[in-house]
Every structure is written in C-alpha cells, then in structure tokens.
C-alpha cells in the first residue's frame, strides 16, 4: 500500500549512510504539504553531493540545513532556521540519526581513549537531548496542530509529532554476552545505551504533550559505520 507522507520531517547525518537513504525513501513518498530538512555538516562541501543531488530533483520539497550535533551553538541555529521556515506550522518527526563510532570497529579497549568516550558520547547521546530540547515548541504545536489525530483515535504518531532515535542492537544490556565478542566498542556501546534511557525518558516525558517517542535497531546496514560485511 502506497502511503503518502506529509508535514514536516527533519533528519540528522542525512548526507550519506542510512541518513541520505532515508531523505531518498521519505522523499519518494511526499505528498503535497510535506518538507523535509536534511541536515549535515558541510551542506556545501563534497560530502554532501550526493544530498545536494536528491534535493535538486524535489524543488521545494527539501532544504538543506547545515547541522553540527556535537555543536550546541549550530543545534540553536538550525532550530532558529527551521522555525522560521516552518512559520505557523509545526515540525512533525525529528529522526536523531546522526552518530559516530570511534575508535573505528573493532575498537578493542586497549585502542579506546577517554578522549573517544567523551566525543562519541557528546555525538550521539547529547546531541540527540539538545536537538530535542531546542526542536520542543516546534514538536509540540504540530501535536497541537493535529487535535483530529485524538479523534481518529491516532494520538501519538509519526504522522502527528514524534522523535525516531536511532540506535542499535549493540547498546542491549540483555544482548551484551552475545555481541561483546564481535566488537568491544565501549564507546558507541554505552552510548547507544544511554541514548535508550534518553528515549525513555523523553517518552514518558513527552508524552504528556502527544508526543510519540522511540529507538529503532536499523538492522545492519552496508554503510562507512556499518562496514562493508555482516558481523
Ligand atoms: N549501519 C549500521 O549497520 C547500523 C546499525 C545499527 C544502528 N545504526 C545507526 O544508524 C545511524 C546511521 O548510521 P550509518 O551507518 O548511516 O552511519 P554513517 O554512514 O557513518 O553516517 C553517519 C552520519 O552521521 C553524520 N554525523 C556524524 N557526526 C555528526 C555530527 N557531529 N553532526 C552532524 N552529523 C554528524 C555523518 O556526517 P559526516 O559526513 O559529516 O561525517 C553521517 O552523515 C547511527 O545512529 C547508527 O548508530 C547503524
């Protein structure tokens, strides 16, 4: 069934990987009131090309915002920028995507500084929190928008307000015997971790305010992250 998306959705790391996948997959399925903001670092640098290229081919329905996530003075801007664009509207779906993984996999704990637990943890747990918290008033007047999703019986939903925090499998406390082995990653382990109590957190939270909250595990993907072959 072809489901045609509209609103406004904002997608974290969209210039490559799983984040440029899914600015291509939202993209195809935009109905006429839908825009997304695709941010990354370097809009106009040449890691970006391949976004610059999507959204050239949907004039109007994608614009490129520059967005540093371990940058809270970039995170303010963006907000500033996006809430002027949107106007009255409000923003439907935050995707935290964006993330790093260092050192590089297998990072074994030996290879592992304080200096990588600190950047990764700013990147992929504080950035998320702060993007949320600056993006709140503009989360909260689409659900305030959409008091006819209640009716519907549809309170919370992506199509409503909501934040998609992406984490892995390799953040499950459960799972940990079974993936340690593959790659020790303390880093981006723990920081996955904390990422699903800030999801928890914020779910309970911002549920008051009809806003949906939840981590997805992607699955494995072939990307500069996930590497070339299934582990
Ligand atoms: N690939 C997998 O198998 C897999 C599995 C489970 C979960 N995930 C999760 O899925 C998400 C995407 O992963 P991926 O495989 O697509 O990773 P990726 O190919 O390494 O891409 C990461 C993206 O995040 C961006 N990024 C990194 N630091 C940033 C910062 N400070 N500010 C803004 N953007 C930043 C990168 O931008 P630059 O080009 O500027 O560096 C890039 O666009 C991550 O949250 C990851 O943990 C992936």
Redesign the pocket.
């Known amino acids: 069934m072809s489901v045609e998306l509209e609103g406004n959705i904002l997608v974290?790391?969209?210039?490559?990987?799983?984040?440029?996948?899914l600015i291509k997959q939202l993209a195809v399925k935009m109905g006429g009131e839908a825009h997304i903001y695709a941010?990354?670092?370097?809009p106009e640098?040449p890691?970006?090309e391949a976004l610059r290229e999507v959204a050239t081919k949907c004039p109007g329905k994608i614009t490129i915002i520059k967005?540093?996530?371990?940058?809270e003075d970039?995170m303010s801007t963006a907000a500033r920028t996006v809430s002027e664009k949107i106007a009255a509207g409000g923003l439907n779906l935050l995707i935290?995507?964006?993330?790093?993984?260092k050192p590089a996999s297998p990072a074994p704990l030996s290879a592992t500084t304080k200096k990588d637990m600190m950047d990764v943890y700013?990147?992929?747990v504080v950035?998320p929190f702060v993007l949320a918290k600056v993006l709140l008033p503009l989360l909260q007047r689409a659900a305030e928008k959409d008091s006819s999703a209640k009716d519907n019986g549809n309170k919370m939903s992506c199509r409503r307000a909501a934040i998609i925090?992406?984490?892995?499998?390799?953040s499950s406390i459960e799972k940990c015997p079974e993936t340690f082995s593959t790659a020790q990653m303390y880093p981006?382990r723990t920081s996955?971790a904390a990422l699903n109590m800030l999801t928890r957190c914020q779910a309970l939270d911002f549920k008051n305010h009809n806003i949906l909250v939840a981590a997805i595990?992607?699955?494995?993907?072939?990307?500069?992250?996930?590497?070339a072959e299934v582990r």
């Open positions: 974290t790391g969209a210039n490559r990987g799983i984040g440029l996948e941010c990354c670092r370097e640098g890691g970006a967005l540093d996530v371990a940058d970039s935290n995507n964006a993330a790093i993984n700013e990147t992929n950035g925090n992406l984490s892995t499998m390799v981006y996955k595990h992607p699955g494995w993907v072939r990307t500069e992250m996930g590497g």
